[in-house]
């Protein structure tokens, strides 16, 4: 049994390939901490996988420990969320007892100390509406259920490769934080939340609200290097997991201003 004690535990833009490559094992171990600690809520913001179909008998199969370690959470007391991300399809046809499954890619909570999140993989907060309209083709009904008849193995390799060039290109990218920011907060003051929390950026901001109300807003960085993101006694922190160690190490979500990126 493990000491470790959370209101919030999120993770985003792992890119598993298989449940049992590294990023794969330590999720898996974090997983289990998670179950046999006391944890409220344990939410992915998407793109967990760098691929996957929900609905398809190949990557249910491909990603079965998962499911197994979200229901041994799940069936521990605390609540689980996924959010769709752009990666991924047909999540909710896992069909993973006790997991919420939130297509859509947003949703909201409000823990028992009465913070409340707003929440959303991201790429629709700050996107072009060429990129909208795109993915609202290619998540159809009609599209994903085609890909189901198509082999597993070729459906991966396929995306997956189409995946690692666009990555390819992202140092010849300019991350525009100041508007990424900005589609953020006012996505957040739209409702009453005190939080917002996103991914799909992989940049890990920590920022005050712009309002100057109680909150921030708060991204999960990718699983370049493993993170998560932890709510805890009233404050946000950076769980790191490594494969040797025994328990939860958090480290203080410092703030990353977007006037100090290039």
């Known amino acids: 049994m493990t000491d ?20 794969g094992r330590l999720l898996l171990k974090a997983l289990r901490q998670v179950a046999e600690g006391n944890v409220e809520y344990f939410v992915f913001l998407g793109d967990i996988f760098d691929f996957c179909l929900g609905s398809h008998p190949y990557f249910q199969r491909r990603f079965e420990a998962i499911g197994a370690a979200l229901e041994a959470v799940a069936a521990s007391g605390t609540r689980v969320i996924y959010l769709e991300g752009n990666h991924e399809f047909r999540i909710k046809d896992f069909g993973w007892e006790g997991v919420e499954f939130y ?15 707003k929440m959303a993989h991201g ?24 890909a189901r008849l198509v082999p597993g193995p070729l459906m991966n390799w396929l995306a997956t490769r189409g995946a690692h060039i666009s990555r390819s290109q992202d140092e010849y990218r300019t991350i525009n934080h100041d508007a990424i920011l900005g589609a953020v907060y006012s996505w957040l003051e739209t409702t009453a939340h005190d939080y917002g929390l996103f991914g799909h ?12 109300r109680k909150g921030g807003v708060f991204s999960v960085d990718c699983w370049d290097k493993p ?15 490594q494969e040797a160690s025994k328990r939860p190490q958090l480290m203080p979500a410092k703030p990353l201003l977007a006037g100090n990126q290039g």
């Open 103 to 117: 297509p859509s890619g947003e949703a909201e909570l409000e823990i028992s100390t009465g913070e409340r999140f």
């Open 4 to 23: 470790f004690n959370a209101s919030l535990v999120v993770a985003s833009d792992i890119h598993l390939h298989s449940a049992y490559d590294e990023k």
């Open 227 to 241: 993170n998560f993101l932890v709510f805890r006694e009233g404050a946000f922190h950076r769980w790191l997991p």
């Open 201 to 212: 950026f992989h940049v890990p901001y920590a920022e005050s609200r712009r309002d100057g």
């Open 123 to 146: 790429d629709m907060i700050y996107s072009h509406e060429r990129y909208k309209k795109f993915r609202k083709v290619v998540k159809s009904q009609w599209l994903t259920g085609a």
